[in-house]
């Protein structure tokens, strides 16, 4: 098992949290946030924390700033997981980035494609053969129909209905 940093301790990074404590496969999960009093270091700190014993997760909203942050992890060898919570589907045909979080009753269907650093959020719809590019935040109870490809960076808003083409 494997020690957890989640960069950001805001809201997000606590649902990350969750998820992961929830999952039982870390040994410790602990914030780098550069302004909060809970966590174990700044971002600035980053390259004290990697090891082998260590992996991450950008627990960030903001799209172009969680994309910027995996990006810099991986620059530095780090790695960086993504999060599937237990009661999300996720077809076995479809292929997941990294820094990738599907949370509660979120359904990814056959042969989408979801790159890395997006949230697909609890009870999001990616139906068959989408493309949801890197940093994309498809929001909660969002629907994007089959055939769909969903620009980088941009949020879906909650309850949004995508439509074909």
Do not use: W
Request: glycine share 8%; hydrophobic share 40%; proline share 2%.
């Amino acid at each position: 098992m494997k020690n957890l940093y989640i960069l950001g301790a805001g809201g997000f990074g606590h649902v990350i949290k969750d998820m992961a404590e929830q999952s039982g496969k870390y040994t410790k999960i602990c914030f780098l946030d550069d302004n909060s009093d809970e966590a174990v270091g700044k971002l600035s700190d980053l390259p004290k924390f990697i090891d082998s014993d260590s992996c991450f997760f950008v627990g960030l909203g903001n799209n172009s700033v969680r994309l910027d942050l995996i990006n810099k992890l991986l620059c530095l060898n780090c790695e960086v997981i993504s999060l599937i919570h237990p009661t999300a589907y996720v077809s076995p045909t479809a292929k997941l980035g990294i820094g990738c979080c599907v949370l509660p009753m979120a359904v990814i269907n056959t042969d989408s494609v979801i790159k890395d650093g997006c949230i697909i959020n609890c009870g999001a719809i990616v139906d068959h053969n989408c493309i949801v590019n890197e940093g994309v935040h498809v929001c909660m109870n969002a629907v994007i129909k089959a055939n769909n490809e969903i620009a980088s960076l941009t949020k879906v808003e909650a309850c949004r209905v995508v439509e074909r083409g």
